[in-house]
């Protein structure tokens, strides 16, 4: 009788076991498609921007590569963040820094990006005879430049937090949880600093985007502007805006996921991360492919002849 209720027992736990196990695969294969599919569109986006000369030698697509390389390289590595964390892979301290620190630098990319971006648009429309002249193809690699080393001063300052922390007094550098940004966030200076610097950065892009819009919008009023240029440009600023503030929400994840788990089970905590993944960051990265793709004139034919596989260069 004691072996037979063994055994049942057993039995149960295995097929919970069992079931758990594959409630995890399904899970994680249905947030994990989204975001494979949406790297497949920007990996077809940045090979049409690369594809003719007008994207290459044109300041606005110009930018909107540097946007869709840091935002697909962004999506690569949480990709690669999210199935460590299924796969309840444990790393190292310093690889997991490595990973965390690559994600950071271009998560900061695309606010700033899109800052640039905006402000091209409102030189575009308000003052459109002196465009050619102040936005060149020189100036934009230039900002583009200026964008990469604010981000990368950023990464370097917080890599200088993080060797102020004593790693000696730790019996491994074998991390004991799952590799997130949360994990590798020792000490109260980082978290102080990482508050600090999102609030400046987006206080900063919001303002500058905001002006931008109302500048555009008082220039469309005025009898000597272009309406249909105005009227997309408005609409390009207001669109710019709404990224930007998907953007806030990927630098919040964190600090919601921790809010949640004081109240919330860990199983509870690992589905509800799974789905601000899906939504607060794959999503928002995609919206660009989306926005340009379908919007733009000049590269909706040529992506779209891509999309249908058709690898010969566009006639």
Request: proline share 3%; charged share 10%; glycine share 4%.
């Amino acid at each position: 009788m004691l072996n037979a209720n063994l055994s049942q027992t057993l039995n149960v736990s295995t097929e919970q076991t069992y079931a758990g196990l594959l409630g995890r695969i399904l899970f994680t294969t249905l947030t994990g498609m989204p975001c494979c599919l949406f790297l497949l569109i920007n990996g077809i986006m940045l090979f049409t921007l690369r594809s003719k000369a007008v994207f290459r030698e044109t300041s606005r697509y110009i930018l909107l590569y540097n946007l869709l390389f840091a935002d697909t390289f962004m999506l690569a590595v949480s990709q690669l963040l999210y199935i460590m964390a299924a796969c309840r892979l444990i790393t190292t301290y310093p690889v997991c820094g490595v990973v965390t620190l690559l994600t950071i630098l271009t998560n900061e990319i695309s606010p700033l990006t899109l800052v640039v971006m905006c402000l091209e648009r409102y030189v575009a429309v308000c003052y459109p005879l002196r465009h050619a002249t102040i936005i060149t193809v020189r100036n934009t690699a230039g900002a583009i430049v200026v964008v990469w080393a604010f981000s990368s001063l950023n990464v370097l300052i917080r890599v200088l937090l993080l060797l102020d922390f004593p790693f000696e007094d730790l019996g491994s550098l074998q991390m004991t949880e799952i590799c997130s940004l949360i994990a590798v966030s020792i000490g109260p200076m980082s978290d102080i600093y990482d508050k600090a610097y999102t609030g400046f950065v987006f206080v900063s892009a919001g303002v500058t985007v905001t002006c931008s819009y109302i500048g555009v919008m008082v220039a469309a009023t005025s009898a000597s502007t272009d309406k249909a240029s105005a009227r997309k440009g408005r609409n390009t600023l207001l669109l710019h805006l709404v990224q930007l503030g998907l953007s806030l929400l990927s630098t919040m994840h964190s600090s919601m996921i921790v809010s949640l788990s004081t109240t919330l089970p860990t199983s509870q905590i690992i589905r509800i991360r799974s789905i601000f993944y899906v939504f607060i960051y794959v999503l928002p990265r995609c919206l660009s492919s989306l926005i340009y793709g379908l919007r733009d004139q000049t590269i909706r034919p040529v992506l779209m002849y891509y999309l249908c596989c058709r690898l010969p260069k566009f006639q």
